[in-house]
């Protein structure tokens, strides 16, 4: 008979060894705590473990999960990486959801660099797989509505929010309904619903907090402090957006700390105190290019600019409000976004407004010509009109003719307020005027083209003007157009050598002149403020 050796006893499992759902739900739990590098541990054992054991499922989504945090730790490369390995191997087994939520995961990084066509796309693709889970289509639909918010369409976000609570409802995630309520209350903050919005950011907070998400807990404390801002609530503005900022501190989220730096910095310069205010705009300002969120870098430039007009720094001012019009307008070039368009047409009236005290701190140092670039500027853009110049054009026009005079503030004034003509050596050094102008913008970007309108608003079509002797088409229209409206008002006007001339004189002298400006400016000019009645009408806007 064969001797049988007794049976060895199992092995016991070794408590390191773990199954991949397991550490896929211990990473989930560390996750919405806020303990990202325990939820990353946790995320790279499930993978290492769902690829040796082929479990599949937990593999794309523990890879989509550690690719989130990634992206909110401003590791891109890996982050995208991470998502599209979860997305084919979805759809390798056939999960259309994981595979939705890897889309739904993308679709958020697009967004958040700007990408808006893109994050549409990639939204609806992921919408598409997500006919079988109410609340990845809740997420899906809480991410459309962000993009129609942006767009400054505010029904159609409203509609998407509410699909999103209710599909959150269906699915009885209450940590979804959390988010849904999060959005709305940002909808109600844009339509200035501000107790609404109070509302929303109230119950999305508690239950996050019931569910331990700190960062939600963060949004909605950074949200609410804008609606306390709106408010005039400054104290309460600054508590809030003050807890957000350790919130994110803590979990390492970069992007979210410029958010709540921009409102901090906001309330210092609403309530008087510029140097702390110039601090957290600009930290505001550097996160958002560290974590190319480019509307947060667009909305922090523009708060700053506003701080730098407050403070007289104009052209600091203008080098920022450039620098959020070319990045409202990267976004716009993409979707054509409604509310951008909203914020751009916001933002050049603000760079209207710096331009304008600009040209007129200008003319404070000649007694003669005060007012002299306001009347400049409504002739000019009377005379883009008839000329029949786009939007575009009439806009730098009347900024270029607010500036046209900039360099004069490098003429002695001795010079610049001589009762009397000018000697040559005099008229000489007035005319480096035009160069000056252009050397004192060197250093700012404008939107606009202005800078051949200072330069060049005293060239003459015949090649007698200054300061290049520039003829015919070598002048650009803009600066005939102010040239000529630049000599209409000097010789209406008294000036320091002599006294206004009647304005049927001053028409009867540019006749004589003609042959300095293009047929069609000349005839745009007698057209519009050369024609009977134009003081009358322009009295009331210049």
């Not at 211990?26 to 690829?51: N, Q, S």
């Not at 699915?171 to 107790?195: F, P, S």
């Not at 009347?375 to 009109?385: C, G, K, N, P, S």
């Not at 300061?467 to 010789?491: H, K, N, S, T, Y």
């Amino acid at each position: 008979m064969e001797e049988r050796l007794p049976a060895l006893p199992p092995k016991p499992p070794d408590p390191e060894v773990r199954p991949a759902g397991d550490l896929l739900r211990k990473g989930r739990a560390h996750d919405r705590a806020g303990r990202l590098d325990d939820a990353v541990a946790a995320y790279e054992k499930a993978v290492a473990i769902g690829e040796k054991n082929g479990e599949r499922a937990v593999l794309a989504e523990a890879q989509r999960r550690l690719g989130v945090i990634h992206h909110r730790r401003n590791n891109g490369p890996e982050a995208r990486e991470l998502c599209r390995r979860s997305y084919y191997g979805a759809i390798g087994m056939g999960d259309l959801v994981l595979a939705g939520e890897a889309l739904n995961s993308l679709g958020g990084f697009e967004f958040e660099a700007g990408h808006m066509a893109a994050a549409r796309t990639t939204y609806q693709k992921a919408l598409e797989l997500a006919f079988s889970s109410e609340e990845l289509r809740g997420r899906i639909e809480q991410n459309l509505g962000i993009l129609a918010a942006i767009h400054g369409d505010h029904e159609a976000a409203l509609n998407h929010y509410q699909r999103s609570l209710a599909a959150f409802s269906e699915a009885m995630d209450e940590r979804g309904c959390a988010i849904a309520y999060h959005n709305l209350g940002l909808i109600a903050t844009h339509r200035a619903q501000y107790e609404l919005a109070e509302s929303h950011f109230t119950r999305s907070a508690t239950i996050a907090s019931r569910f331990g998400d700190v960062h939600l807990q963060g949004l909605c404390n950074l949200n609410h402090a804008e609606v306390c801002h709106a408010r005039q609530q400054y104290s309460d503005a600054l508590r809030r957006a003050e807890v957000a900022l350790d919130i994110f501190e803590q979990l390492g989220a970069r992007m979210d700390k410029s958010g709540a730096y921009k409102v901090i910095g906001m309330v210092f310069r609403d309530t008087g105190r510029p140097v702390l205010a110039e601090q957290r705009l600009k930290a505001a300002v550097d996160l958002a290019i560290e974590t190319g969120w480019v509307l947060g870098q667009a909305e922090a430039s523009r708060e700053l600019a506003r701080l730098h007009q407050i403070l007289g720094r104009n052209q600091d001012a203008l080098v920022l409000l450039n620098s959020a019009h070319q990045l409202f307008n990267r976004i716009e070039a993409r979707v054509e976004l409604v509310d951008v368009s909203r914020k751009m047409a916001t933002l050049e009236e603000t760079f209207l407004a710096v331009v304008r005290e600009w040209g007129l701190s200008i003319e404070s140092s000649d007694e003669y010509t005060f007012g002299h670039c306001e009347r400049v500027a409504t002739y000019a853009v009377a005379v883009a009109e008839t000329l029949g110049l786009d939007a575009m054009q009439q806009t730098t026009l009347r900024l270029g003719a607010y500036l046209h005079d900039v360099g004069k503030v490098r003429v002695p004034h001795e010079i610049l307020n001589k009762p009397g003509r000018l000697t040559d050596d005099e008229f000489e050094l007035m005319k480096l005027h035009t160069v000056h102008g252009v050397e004192l913008l060197a250093g700012v970007e404008f939107p606009w083209d202005l800078k051949p309108l200072i330069r060049w608003h005293h060239e003459k079509l015949d090649g007698t003007g200054y300061p290049d002797r520039l003829r015919g088409d070598e002048i650009p229209i803009g600066a005939q157009v102010i040239c000529i409206v630049d000599v209409f008002d000097a010789l209406t006007t008294t000036r320091s050598y002599r006294p206004a001339m009647a304005r049927e004189t001053a028409l009867a002298e540019l006749e004589r002149c003609r042959s300095w400006w293009r047929p069609d400016v000349f005839e745009a000019f007698m057209g519009s403020v050369g024609a009977p009645g134009w003081q009358e009408r322009a009295s009331a806007t210049v």
